[in-house]
């Protein structure tokens, strides 16, 4: 029996972004079994878009949390769809962007059977894509790999979200979905982690990697200032922290605490006093929230004018230049 493919979306307020993407996806030589759409707006604008896929005779579904999941719910909401909706354990759960279109209309088609062989060869194979990164426990963060090394299958800790990843139905029935309560940002890394600590393989196309110009993360979260503060900065810490105490490393998480948390700002201090004050407030919160488990979406992006979408340009995976 033929694996199917799950194309998963997570949109808010992206409804152009959406729709060319959705286009895209039409293109494919390998278009997706089912789309989910995870409408974490709860937009009329999703429902067009998918009735224009039906129209074009692929099959979607749009899913609606009711309230703003984040990235994490949207896509842990869609994988659990797909195990309840009769999924294989040798079909695959595509990742994809509402705001970036596969770059060549073979990517699904490749990325699903390199995927196929990878299992064939090791059942532990649990999810390829076309861009990972490594993690180094001591310093909690990424590290970055070697274009050396991008030749053939290359083994990595997580996949990076906006490049494509796609996971087993198998390994997620295994080993649970995304954490839906990171709610935003380093959700790809906590899932990575968990995979690769359960003993699972996460493996990259290093030819697509290479011809298509990725590059690798070197850090575990967004390094972005907007104004006096972004509330993306708050997300990446207090993630960075939980999944660092989750797989008991204390230490780390105590040292980032110190450094990214308070000792960063603090050198602002005489030059920025403001902006480095409210750093310095929000910083602690988070890694309070991270160090005692309070997840969520314990602030909303929404409250300082932002939306979010499914990989949007603050999270750990986007840092990956070009994807």
Not at 24 to 32: A, C, I
Not at 115 to 126: L, S, Y
Not at 160 to 167: H, K, L, R
């Amino acid at each position: 029996m033929t694996a199917r493919v799950h194309g998963v979306i997570v949109t808010h307020h992206r409804p152009q972004g959406l729709r060319s993407v959705v286009r895209s996806l039409g293109r494919q030589t390998r278009v997706p079994d089912v789309l989910v759409l995870v409408d974490n707006e709860g937009s009329p604008d999703v429902d067009l878009v998918a009735d224009e896929h039906r129209e074009s005779g692929h099959d979607v579904v749009v899913l609606r949390p009711g309230e703003n999941t984040g990235p994490a719910g949207g896509t842990a909401l869609a994988m659990e769809w797909v195990l309840d909706n009769d999924a294989s354990d040798d079909d695959w759960v595509i990742r994809l962007d509402d705001d970036t279109p596969p770059p060549r209309d073979d990517l699904i088609e490749e990325l699903v059977d390199f995927g196929t062989k990878r299992r064939h060869e090791d059942a532990a194979v649990a999810g390829v894509g076309v861009v990972g990164s490594r993690f180094d426990y001591d310093r909690g963060r990424s590290v970055r790999i070697d274009n050396a090394e991008l030749d053939g299958p290359v083994d990595v800790d997580w996949l990076a979200t906006n490049c494509f990843p796609a996971f087993s139905c198998a390994a997620i029935r295994s080993h649970g979905t995304l954490d839906a309560d990171l709610f935003y940002g380093s959700s790809e890394v906590e899932y990575g982690l968990r995979l690769r600590r359960a003993g699972q393989r996460l493996v990259a196309h290093g030819e697509l990697w290479r011809s298509m110009g990725r590059a690798t993360a070197d850090t575990a979260g967004p390094q972005l200032w907007v104004g006096d503060w972004n509330w993306r900065r708050y997300y990446s810490l207090r993630n960075q922290i939980h999944l660092l105490r989750r797989a008991g490393r204390s230490d780390t998480a105590l040292r980032v605490a110190l450094i990214r948390g308070i000792a960063k700002p603090a050198v602002s201090l005489v030059r920025h006093p403001r902006s480095a004050w409210t750093h310095l407030r929000w910083n602690a919160r988070a890694a309070l929230d991270g160090w005692r488990g309070q997840l969520g979406r314990t602030i909303d992006p929404v409250d300082f004018g932002v939306a979010v979408a499914s990989a949007p340009a603050g999270d750990a995976a986007s840092l990956q230049e070009g994807c």
